[in-house]
Every structure is written in C-alpha cells, then in structure tokens.
C-alpha cells in the first residue's frame, strides 16, 4: 500500500466540449495494486491525504480527503460542512489514468472529472 497523488481534469461537458485541464483536482490517497481506496490506511495516513481544488480565474483551495461512513469526500474546513464535495461512489471505483470520477461541487453541481496521472 502506497500514497499516491491524483490528478482530475474536468471531462467533456456541455459547458467544456473539450474538457478542461486547467479544471480539477490533485489528491493524495492511499491506492491498492487494484487502484482502490483502503480505508485502513487512510486512517493511519490521514493527515498525509490532502486534496487541491485548482480552478482558472478562481484561487486554489486546499483542504483533505475525509472518509465518512461509506463515503468519501473533500473537505475544505473541517469546522463546516457546507463546503464538502462528496465524491460519487469512490469507495466502489477503480482509480485508474484513464477512468472517470464524479465530485459533487460547492455550487452543488456534479461534474464529471478524468484521471490523468497517478503518481
């Protein structure tokens, strides 16, 4: 089991026909050889899983990434919640270059993102 940093650009979408990779996210997580979460790792490396939100025209906001429950999410102050952006089903996925994920945004919109490097 290993950390390793994800990196999402924004996918096709109507708003960005060709996607976007000025759009997206870097994460660090802990990746089995299969390319899923292990939650037992995250909890000794939690400190170590921090998430970057980098967005054209807007500042970059750097939080973590939070297991709840089932669920995993990014986390921008861990005093709120309002500012959480919830990951679609990620503890079922295989994170892969290539594969695609969905993150719920602050504006409450889901936006579909690629995963273009595993590091």
Same mark, same amino acid.
């Given at each position: 089991?290993?950390?390793?940093?994800?990196?999402?650009?924004?996918? =096709?979408?109507?708003?960005?026909?060709? @996607? /976007?990779?000025? &759009?997206?996210?870097?994460?660090?997580?802990?990746? +089995?050889? *299969?390319?899923?979460?292990?939650?037992?790792?995250?909890?000794?490396?939690?400190?170590?899983?921090?998430?970057?939100?980098?967005?054209?025209?807007?500042?970059?906001? =750097?939080?973590?990434?939070?297991?709840? @429950? /089932?669920?995993? &999410?990014?986390?921008?102050?861990?005093?709120?919640? +309002?500012? *959480?952006?919830?990951?679609?089903?990620?503890?079922?996925?295989?994170?892969?270059?290539?594969?695609?994920?969905?993150?719920?945004?602050?504006?409450?919109?889901?936006?579909?993102?690629?995963?273009?490097?595993?590091?």
């Amino acid at each position: 089991m290993t950390l390793r940093t994800v990196r999402l650009e924004l996918a =096709r979408s109507r708003e960005f026909p060709d @996607g /976007s990779p000025a &759009r997206g996210y870097e994460f660090v997580a802990p990746l +089995d050889a *299969d390319g899923h979460l292990d939650a037992g790792e995250w909890r000794r490396e939690k400190a170590r899983c921090t998430v970057r939100r980098f967005w054209q025209g807007e500042p970059d906001e =750097r939080g973590v990434l939070a297991h709840v @429950g /089932s669920g995993w &999410r990014f986390d921008y102050d861990r005093h709120r919640s +309002d500012d *959480d952006e919830p990951l679609f089903k990620l503890d079922r996925h295989t994170i892969k270059e290539g594969e695609y994920l969905s993150v719920t945004e602050h504006d409450g919109a889901q936006r579909t993102f690629r995963v273009v490097s595993i590091r």
